[in-house]
T-cell receptor, first 114, second 112 residues
Framework: GDSVTQMEGPVTLSEEAFLTINCTYT??????LFWYVQYPGEGLQLLLKATKADDKGSNKGFEATYRKETTSFHLEKGSVQVSDSAVYFC?????????????FGQGTTLQVKP | KAGVTQTPRYLIKTRGQQVTLSCSPISGHRSVSWYQQTPGQGLQFLFEYFSETQRNKGNFPGRFSGRQFSNSRSEMNVSTLELGDSALYLC???????????FGSGTRLTVV
């Protein structure tokens, strides 16, 4: 079945360090890919998305490129801040219409230290 | 504009009881999905409603049910609660499933 695999956490970085959180997926067809972020005690916020191969999603300094050849959607940020500390979820939605079902990875906790 | 509103935020129930959770989507959004989040299983899809019809359903027992009203507000019900139902239940809405989903802050259900 369809699935999403994220790198194990927690990821601990110093402020201004470079961030990469790996995400790979298994799915038939052409899924849409998403990154969501969850801050403590809150729901999920959409961080960025890409709907077709080679698309690059970007928001708030975060970027991810849809790589169909490696079935990956790695999240990157050039310089993290303490306020980026949160849990990050990679997710896919099947490419066919009429489904809002998102399949999530297990989440990666990011801790940024000053 | 107002976001997705879930009520209540916290709930404590006794094993065997039933519970109803409510979700008010963003105005104009027709699709509402529900997810269960637990430390062990992560985020799991429960079901999706679109224009009052259940369009997709996850792999949960029949104790979990939902509905959507004509104003797009949605409720989910869990009957005969079990300890394992303790979780954060998240609702998400979208104008259409081809667009991104906006999540609410969730309802934290604790079954004792």
């Amino acid at each position: 079945g369809d699935s999403v695999t994220q790198m194990e956490g927690p990821v601990t970085l110093s402020e201004e360090a470079f961030l990469t959180i790996n995400c790979t997926y298994t799915a038939t067809g052409y899924p849409s890919l998403f990154w969501y972020v969850q801050y403590p005690g809150e729901g999920l916020q959409l961080l960025l998305k890409a709907t077709k191969a080679d698309d690059k999603g970007s928001n708030k300094g975060f970027e991810a490129t849809y790589r169909k050849e490696t079935t990956s959607f790695h999240l990157e940020k050039g310089s993290v801040q303490v306020s980026d500390s949160a849990v990050y979820f990679c997710a896919l939605r099947k490419g066919s219409s009429n489904t809002g079902k998102l399949i999530f990875g297990q989440g990666t906790t990011l801790q940024v230290k000053p | 504009k107002a976001g997705v509103t879930q009520t209540p935020r916290y709930l404590i129930k006794t094993r065997g009881q039933q519970v109803t959770l409510s979700c008010s989507p963003i105005s104009g959004h027709r699709s509402v999905s529900w997810y269960q989040q637990t430390p062990g299983q992560g985020l799991q899809f429960l079901f999706e409603y679109f224009s009052e019809t259940q369009r997709n359903k996850g792999n949960f027992p029949g104790r979990f049910s939902g509905r959507q009203f004509s104003n797009s507000r949605s409720e989910m019900n869990v009957s005969t609660l079990e300890l394992g139902d303790s979780a954060l239940y998240l609702c998400a809405s979208s104008w259409d499933s081809n667009y991104g989903y906006t999540f609410g802050s969730g309802t934290r259900l604790t079954v004792v």
